[in-house]
């Protein structure tokens, strides 16, 4: 080869498909949703685990509460979805996690209708730039902190 010419690179499949690489994997996605689906399948399955009366589910290695778990993602999501102009109705996983909060026993349209709703959320998820989901979800993080320590009246 002469030495003014650039070597080319070797076809790679993948750089054609993955030639932004602003978006998420499918790792990242089977990493972030798969413990919900393991979740809507033991509540429908009806063998969830429970600490104190409260259905718990595991997630990064903690037990976290379902119901405070869907509420955070239904606001999470519903900053993402404004933010790409996705009409967004979070009331399915409202309303499952109000039935979860009182102990009531969540019907399988329920866990359906959220399903949906979840399903929605993936598919925004594929086609939202990465440095969008962090600036959300960091934003959700904080605002939840700020909750709990009901500082979020005194500020506003």
């Known amino acids: 080869m002469a030495k ?12 054609i498909f993955r030639q932004n690489k602003n978006f998420p994997t499918i790792f990242e996605m089977k990493r972030l949703f798969d413990p ?10 009806g063998e969830v685990k429970s600490v104190r009366g409260i259905p718990v589910m595991m997630y990064e290695g903690s037990w976290t509460a379902i119901h405070e ?3 955070g993602w239904a606001a999470c999501w519903q900053r993402i979805c404004d933010h790409m102009n996705v ?16 102990g009531v026993m969540a019907e399988t349209s329920d866990v359906a209708a959220a399903r949906e709703v979840i399903e929605l959320t993936r598919r925004v998820f594929m086609k939202t730039p990465t440095d ?3 600036e959300y979800s960091i934003t959700e993080q904080i605002a939840i902190e700020f909750e709990k ?3 979020l009246g005194e500020a506003a």
Do not use: G, W
């Open 87 to 102: 009409i967004y109705d979070p009331l399915p996983l409202h309303k499952l996690a109000k039935k979860l909060e009182n």
């Open 132 to 134: 969008v989901l962090k």
């Open 36 to 45: 919900l689906h393991e979740t809507f399948d033991a509540i429908e399955s």
């Open 4 to 15: 003014n010419k650039k070597p080319t690179k070797k076809y790679n499949p993948n750089r």
């Open 69 to 71: 778990a869907i509420l």
């Open 149 to 151: 320590l009901d500082l």
